[in-house]
């Protein structure tokens, strides 16, 4: 009888425990924009959130909050500002303008200028 129990309460805990990583994995920050919103969609389904993190806290690729307006040191040593015209040209042209310390480069996206606004728009709003 005990082991049943504990069998139990074990599958209930393992049930409590996944479900709450899963979620704060994949869940969107609470004061997200329509525009910024739909940015973390797009980021999600081309495949961005697998190395910049679905919440934007990064994982292979560099985490994004906190990014917007941040400095940020090239591999050539320049400091540049992580504004708009930074944001875009490195989710455009993947390479153009490799961080200090970044091990490969992201790969190359069909992405349109719409979906890149949307996924900057984000990007901000992880500020």
Known sequence: MANKL??????????????????????APVDLSPEAAAGREISINAG?????????????GPKWIGLADSQVTLSDGTVVTADDDYLYTSIKEPGAMKRRGAVGIMPSNKLTDQE?????????ALK
């Open 6 to 27: 504990w069998l139990k309460f074990s599958v209930v805990a393992l049930v409590a425990i996944l479900g709450a990583c899963s979620s704060s994995s994949t869940s």
């Open 48 to 60: 961005c959130a697998s190395c910049h993190g679905a919440d934007g806290n990064g994982n292979v």
């Open 116 to 124: 890149i606004a949307s996924i900057i728009a984000y990007i901000r």
